[in-house]
């Protein structure tokens, strides 16, 4: 199993950018895909959450990303987004995206259920 994170910059606040997990090695069937973020000194959070295993996709946000972050699947490329809108510098981190099975249990924002992780891409936003 691998997670191959892209698409982290330096931006201005206000700006957007959109993140990319790359998956190889499983099956998005019955799968929990997450963003977390750790910034320097912080723990790491979750930000957003797609649960496969519907038509349409299951999807949770963070309460300071709701409205301004959206999580998406390409389940043909095997690729999980987020489209971050209106950034802040709050949103500075290292970005992951990690996998879990839908039945580990736990909320979707523990980060110990989680199977395997990538590597990080960094988000920096700044004037």
């Known amino acids: 199993v691998r997670l191959v994170e892209s698409g982290g910059a330096l931006v201005q606040p206000g700006e957007s950018l959109r993140l990319s997990c790359a998956a190889s090695g499983f099956a998005f069937s019955s799968t929990a895909m997450t963003w977390f973020r750790q910034a320097p000194g912080k723990e790491r959070e979750g930000v957003a959450t797609y649960v496969t295993g519907s038509s349409t996709g299951l999807t949770y946000y963070a309460d300071s990303v709701k409205g301004r972050f959206t999580i998406s699947l390409d389940n043909a490329k095997k690729t999980v987004f987020l489209q971050m809108n209106n950034l802040e510098p709050d949103d500075t981190a290292m970005y992951y995206c990690?996998?879990?099975?839908?039945?580990?249990?736990?909320?979707?924002?523990?980060?110990?259920?989680?199977?395997?992780w990538g590597q990080g891409t960094q988000v920096t936003v700044s004037s």
């Open positions: 990690a996998a879990r099975w839908i039945g580990s249990g736990g909320t979707w924002f523990d980060s110990s259920k989680y199977n395997y």
